[in-house]
């Protein structure tokens, strides 16, 4: 895997950078198949962002709570997606306030990356013991 080589936090960063200039492109365009093409993109990255950023989660965790906060952790975020789709399909037509929310979610996310330290099993498996 990418992430057991370059670590999580590494290509966590490079997905939520990726998330950020895909909601701008977004709300900066008229163009149509530009956006599709964004949306494209952003639904490719996706599994970047929440795959890695899910794993490096579970691992700080004990290992006796790494299931439950992980089947917790996927519960809100389907929730989250469905709550979202319904909403903007039967309630409202206002979409770009999806778009201006996930920008601000991902710049948060991005600033807050460079705080987090990388993953320990990632540090024991390149031999970087002290670091662990």
Same mark, same amino acid.
């Given at each position: 895997?990418?992430?057991?080589?370059? *670590?999580?936090?590494?290509?966590?960063?490079? *997905? %939520?950078?990726?998330?950020?200039? %895909?909601?701008?492109?977004?709300?900066?365009?008229?163009?149509?198949?530009? @956006?599709?093409?964004?949306?494209?993109?952003?639904?490719?990255?996706?599994?970047?962002?929440? &795959?890695?950023?899910?794993?490096?989660? &579970?691992?700080?965790?004990? #290992? #006796?709570?790494?299931?439950?906060?992980?089947?917790?952790? @996927?519960? +809100?975020?389907?929730?989250?997606? %469905?709550?979202? &789709?319904?909403?903007?399909?039967? $309630?409202?037509?206002?979409? @770009?306030?999806?778009?201006?929310? *996930?920008?601000?979610?991902?710049? $948060?996310?991005?600033?807050?990356?460079?705080? +987090?330290?990388?993953?320990?099993?990632?540090?024991?498996?390149? *031999? #970087? $013991? #002290?670091?662990?």
């Amino acid at each position: 895997m990418m992430s057991d080589r370059y *670590g999580r936090n590494f290509l966590f960063k490079i *997905g %939520v950078f990726g998330q950020c200039l %895909v909601f701008l492109c977004v709300m900066m365009t008229n163009y149509r198949p530009l @956006c599709y093409f964004a949306l494209l993109v952003e639904g490719a990255l996706t599994p970047l962002i929440y &795959t890695v950023g899910y794993v490096y989660m &579970t691992e700080f965790l004990a #290992k #006796k709570w790494q299931d439950y906060v992980a089947t917790i952790f @996927c519960f +809100i975020y389907a929730v989250v997606i %469905v709550i979202i &789709t319904f909403y903007y399909q039967v $309630i409202s037509d206002q979409y @770009c306030w999806v778009v201006v929310f *996930g920008l601000l979610q991902m710049l $948060i996310a991005f600033f807050i990356s460079f705080f +987090i330290v990388e993953s320990p099993l990632w540090y024991l498996s390149k *031999g #970087k $013991i #002290k670091q662990a």
